[in-house]
């Protein structure tokens, strides 16, 4: 079984600030990682994924995250946070065990404050 | 492209009401579809997931059901709701390399 852990179900940083958004995963096979943004009342839009080859992906409005393997994270930053950052976001991981089946397994995700 | 539909945005409903949520997708064919909720501060939790038509698995025991009755169509259902089916209720499709959400309804039972 799969499993998302979100340390820190709120982060409040100062626009300009580094955002770390940090995010651990169990998986019993390699994974795909995800993180997803939501907006208040929206759905969740795709930032970044990892599937096979650079373990540093960068993805949409200047975020990236590292796919560390032997530390079993996938933490999201951005060096300068906007004001238009404040969201939630969900961190994600599929199993990719193959069928035709994909389930995805997220986070409890963590809402990001930014401070003018 | 692929463009996921879903309504209404927002359903106030008394409890014992029945419930029928609609999501459509546009663009693929026999795509997997997947229905969430999401209630305050507990994530997003798996409801239903299909992989065709009349072909449905719940996740968990619920006061709710699902069907597929064409391919690109899933509904969401209840015969009669309770206080604890309030929530932001998602439908996805998606593949291994990650979903597309529908925009949400937001249910809240009275």
């Known amino acids: 079984a799969q499993s998302v852990t979100q340390l820190g179900s709120h982060v409040s940083v100062s626009e300009g600030a580094l955002v770390l958004l940090r995010c651990n995963y169990s998986s019993s096979v390699p994974p795909y990682l995800f993180w997803y943004v939501q907006y208040p009342n929206q759905g969740l839009q795709l930032l970044l994924k990892y599937t096979t080859g650079a373990t540093l992906v960068k993805g949409i409005n200047g975020f990236e995250a590292e796919f560390k393997k032997s530390e079993t994270s996938f933490h999201l930053t951005k060096p300068s946070a906007h004001m238009s950052d404040a969201a939630e976001y969900f961190c994600a991981v599929s199993d990719r065990s193959g069928g035709s089946n994909y389930k995805l397994t997220f986070g409890k995700g963590t809402l990001l404050t930014v401070n003018p | 492209s692929q463009t996921i539909h879903q309504w209404p945005a927002t359903l106030v409903q008394p409890v014992g009401s029945p419930l029928s949520l609609e999501c459509t997708v546009e663009?693929?064919?026999?795509?997997?579809l997947y229905w969430y909720r999401q209630a305050a501060g507990r994530g997003l939790q798996l409801l239903f997931y299909?992989?065709?038509?009349?072909?449905i698995s719940s996740e968990v025991p619920q006061n709710l059901s699902a069907s597929r009755p064409q391919d690109r169509q899933f509904i969401l259902s209840s015969k009669k709701l309770l206080l604890s089916d309030s929530g932001f209720y998602l439908c996805?499709?998606?593949?291994?390399?990650?979903?597309?959400f529908g925009s949400g309804t937001r249910l809240t039972v009275v």
């Open positions: 299909s992989i065709g038509i009349d072909q």
């Open positions: 996805a499709w998606g593949e291994n390399y990650g979903y597309t």
């Open positions: 663009g693929t064919s026999n795509p997997n």
